[in-house]
């Protein structure tokens, strides 16, 4: 039995979800003509309570342009060292918008609202870049799954209102916490300029995300989508997949919660695991103490069993569960890991 607990990126399509796709109506897109994407794009606007949505190829496309919408070259945003479009979006923040980024040490990801505070420059020192936008994630990928408490938003919304700043939320798993909270979305809404949404993550869709913001926003965002080479054509099929997904996948989340910690409460009990970062969501950071096994030997070990998953560096290891983690699965690899230690 092969197991990939890599990410939860490596779904694929269910049969029901390509029974959606497979029947779709499509049109062209960048005439606005496709009728699933503008359904994809209502239900999603819906569901936040906000104006408009705008359908994107990539989590990474929807944060870039919606960095770009909210700031001007040489302005600063502030965000967590963690940060996914400081970390992993390819230094998108500088090439695209010509924006740099205070990065803040808060914990897990999340950052204090007090903190986001200190980091804005006075805005009539004329020296220092102008800080514009803040930018924060729910749930944090580096920080492990981890989601925000609900008031501490609230109160960095304040410090941006307060300071004029614009809210963005990249929100690629959004989804995980408001299921994991019991949170509404449309609170999420109101709070933000704009929110970034992935359905390619634990949703299972193979491609997909949406920006969801005002109808100003969201007109600018479809420029700049033009801009970066992301207007598609008959993506009402890739649209089908994530409207099916909005329907069936997003309560079963818990899940992948659940299994996640049955895996942390195995992992906790091996000797040769040094740490097991808390675990809220579905993803699980750990570290090996190497003076018992190294991270090599264990991941060699998995992999005998086919089993993936993935090193962070810095002797961190990661585990994600999603939707093509079965039960059968999750008791074998229980099983595994027992057998290991
Ligand atoms: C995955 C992810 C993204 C977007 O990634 P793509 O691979 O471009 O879809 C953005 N933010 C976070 C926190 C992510 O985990």
Redesign the pocket.
Known sequence: MEINLISD?VTKPTPGMLEAMMHTKVGDDVFKNDPTVNELEAKVAKYFGMEAALFFP??????QTAIKIHTQPGDQLICDKYA??YN??GGGVSFNSGVSCKLVDGNRGMMTAEQVEASINPPDFYHSPLTTLVSI?NT??KGGGACWDFTELQKIGKVCKDHNLKYHL?G??LWNALVKKGEDPKAYGKLFDTI?V?L??GMGCPVG?VLVGSKEHINKALRIRKVFGGGMRQSGFLAAAGIYAMDHHIERLAEDHRKAEEIGEVLFTLDFIKKVEPIETNIIIFEIDETKMSSATFLEQLSQNQVSIIGMGQGKLRIVTHLDYTDDMHAHFLKILNRIG
């Open positions: 990126t990539s989590g990474t496309m929807t944060n996914h479009i992993y979006e994630e944090t990928n990249d690629a798993r970034s992935c390619s993550k995300s």
